[in-house]
């Protein structure tokens, strides 16, 4: 519960209007059921609601200068303004205080102050968590872990022996840090081998030939203000460490492959697979279900588009999507390209038409 | 255990032979082991496994009219008779009965009659769990939750605070509901934003720029009779709520993202992935791997292909694949004339050298 | 801690050097700390980092021949020799001896010897744990289980009733054996069907028409040796099982379907998708995010490309990719063609204008 003019201040905006009137709720503006609802205004397409649904305090872009309603704030950057909103009035996850009497903690872990352990969460030997982190419920955290201050790990997640968990990271429900890389090999050359070397398919004589499992004796280095997204899985490193910069953000189902390197900030949207060693730089952008093949390189402040294939390294500053992947420029050109490949075949069908009408004139 | 005339009575199917048989099992035509199995035959291409194995009763389309074993059924809707015996041969999903001593139910919890809470499952404080509802194992549901009646839970399934689950709910393990949108924001505008403006990627002369979160203060509603497979997330919503109407059935390892709205009586395929705000009608069919961006809408009764990449609006009743998707009349076409591009090169190339022969000759 | 002589002979290497070295850690070149490091140099690339990083002992490709370090091991598959080298130095998975106080086990079960149980476990009744099998924690396993000898089940798995997990299976964590098949029918053709069946879209004049869901009575079986990766979800059949065969390797998000039956030594990557009653063969491989549609079937030895969208079954030792998939051959034909595509534009724009100047010319 805040007031129009402590809001206005908090977001950095401008307000016109009662800076006493109280609000309990921010909402959509189709939502509004009384004047302690604050209407969020993101574009002009809403404005329309506003007398309808009686609103009677409203935050929005700056762009839109004067709103028919008694109070409103306008802020230059209404998205960063609702993040700062939602500081204000965050609903923070519920949890158990303390160790709660159903988790298991072994007796050699190190547990922070303030720190709290929902129920059925494990804690393995020589583990470490840092003050004000909070385990909700049904964490699994292996041996020889580190995790560090104010984390909040949510119901399910599991991080492996030896994973290392900065500050302040947020992991969403099911997740799972440190499973084992997909890492294999046969005793002879066999037909994934040759796939990969893009050479002609063996027959292997031996129809029965092992696979052998490549251990992963690595671990997983998750760096501060991380969030990791639900059911998004991250794998140890084979030997070193599979590790994810400063402030990156993965949303949920993402695959990270062992001893994948990513930079510091970037996004990293659902359903994207990344396989093992590949190495992505500094805030790039990697758009929902896109795919990165083993050992690809992505180079800072690119920017991979949803779906996309990589097959090569994308530069720093380059902008790729379609699969196999493509600069956007050419991407958009093929498309073009295809649009008009039935008014192409015409144009040839009326040029052969031409061209023999022409030959038979002449006698050919 | 049903006699074959009960059996022909429930699926509304003609029978022919003894009504007196007592079916045990119903199975493929090739594991009929003995004359209480009753073979279940979808197409003519089994029809000769049927003296092999021996088989004494069957159950197949109508289309057959006349089969050479003993006993059979015949139905109109295969795959619907098949539905109705399948729920008189049900196999029940195993559950503890009443609350498990291991389980944690806070104390301001309601719990309905004839609830089973399962081994080390947790139910937050206010949370209200319908009458006849299950929690198999390990499921957490946290604050303020309200689950209907009759609803089934598996292994390792989350639901967040505040979520809200409707009568007959069947989660599979380890679904995910409410975890929050992946929603973030520069102070500055970044590349990130560059690149959803689809304008030229941005240099940040400072390249630790901050993301900021947009905390999700929203929840999930998930109406009556919905199914949502295993492994799938669906992200609580950042105001209001992400609505998933009643009948709809989705598959496992599906990304719904925050304040997505799916209408009744979809299917929703393996693997789809859904970006925030994304609007889906009734009825709507979406094929295993599609993806749907941000802010996209999909009209009733429309067709999204598996695969498929989503780029602009589907109206209702639209039926598109491809990625970009494309109508699927389109997308043919399309496909017709990528075969044909080799020999579309060799004709212009003909016609290249018929010409130049024709210049040639005459002089030009 | 193993000498040089000890790990030469164990990787069937040919030491060159002091066999007595003794070795504690291996590494990548550039993580090379002291004399117990023993560098892994798996291509020639890595070979200027010795000198620079004083290594002492190092394991490479005999290609190599001759390395400029005091002591080094030549192998002929360096990869093979890796796998070796960390069965060496594998780090056991922390597991709780013997079963934990928190696990549930029901009455009925029956548990072999050396069986560990970790906290939070449950084992439902008539299921059966082999001798020397691991359910680290959380783990979730129905009524009426078989799981084999010496297996490994990481945390938040489960596997659902009547489901069977041969010997030595490793299970990553969150993986869901026996989810319940995707399985539906309306009970008059809708548009799903219509979709299906590639047909026009039919309109419901029943807006609410139901949609019954298919149950799956069946189960899953996965033979021996087979690796299951993190939040991989293997759905139960209708009838009969879904099958994974001997020695596959399956890796984390990756979407099995009913009564699937997938053959012996295939590796299937990250996040593929194979709809209900797929069939695959022996020793293939398919590719991350690859696609495979309902009842299609992959023959022995064949390669699916990654993101490739299968639309047709696949013949035994074919390589396919694309979406829709096509012989390797042809995609790359395709791609050449997309990248000519505006010169062949280009092309008929200039045959077009030289024809209409002939014609001029000729006066027609």
């Keep these: 519960m805040k007031t129009l003019g402590e809001i206005a201040k908090y977001v950095d905006g401008k307000l016109q209007g009662d800076p006493a009137v109280v609000i309990k709720r921010i909402v959509h503006p189709a939502l509004v059921r009384g004047p302690g609802d604050l209407a969020l205004v993101l574009s002009a397409n809403v404005l329309g609601l506003l007398k309808q649904n009686q609103v009677t305090s409203v935050i929005a872009p700056a762009e839109l200068t004067s709103i028919d309603v008694p109070n409103y704030i ?54 470490i968590i840092g003050t004000g982190t909070r385990l909700i419920c049904n964490v699994s955290v ?28 947020i992991i969403q429900p099911g997740a799972c840090i440190g499973g084992d890389g997909f890492s294999f090999v046969t005793p002879q050359p066999g037909n994934v081998e040759a796939a990969r070397q893009k050479k002609q398919i063996v027959e292997n004589t031996d129809s029965n030939m092992e696979i052998v499992r490549i251990n992963s004796i690595g671990h997983v280095v998750i760096e501060d203000d991380v969030e990791i997204g639900a059911g998004t899985c ?9 590790k994810i910069g400063r402030g990156t953000k993965i949303d949920n189902l993402v695959q990270i492959g062992h001893n994948v390197t990513i930079g510091r900030n970037c996004l990293i949207v659902a359903q994207v697979g990344m396989g093992g060693s590949a190495k992505v730089g500094e805030r790039v952008v990697i758009g929902g279900q896109a795919g990165l093949p083993d050992h690809m390189s992505v180079g800072d402040d690119a920017v991979v588009g949803p779906q996309a294939g990589v097959s090569g390294n994308v530069a720093a500053r380059q902008s790729v999507i379609g699969s196999p992947a493509v600069p956007v420029r050419d991407f958009i050109q093929q498309n073009m390209n295809f649009k008009r490949l039935s008014r192409l075949n015409q ?13 038979k004139r002449l006698g050919s």
């Design 234 to 242: 991250i794998d140890r490193a084979t030997l070193g460490e599979t």
């Design 347 to 359: 144009r040839v069908k009326e040029l052969e038409a031409k061209l023999a009408e022409l030959e």
């Design 142 to 169: 292996g041996a020889d872990v580190e995790i560090g201050e104010k984390a909040l790990l949510h119901p399910g997640v599991s991080v492996g022996d030896r994973c290392k968990v900065g500050n302040r990271v």
């Design 74 to 127: 306008l802020v230059s950057r209404p998205r960063l303004a609702l993040a700062r909103l939602l500081e204000l009035f965050e609903r923070p996850v519920y949890s158990a205080e303390g160790i709660h009497p159903s988790a298991v903690i072994d007796p050699s872990a190190k547990i922070g102050e303030k720190v709290s352990v929902g129920p059925h969460c494990w804690v393995g030997p020589n583990s």
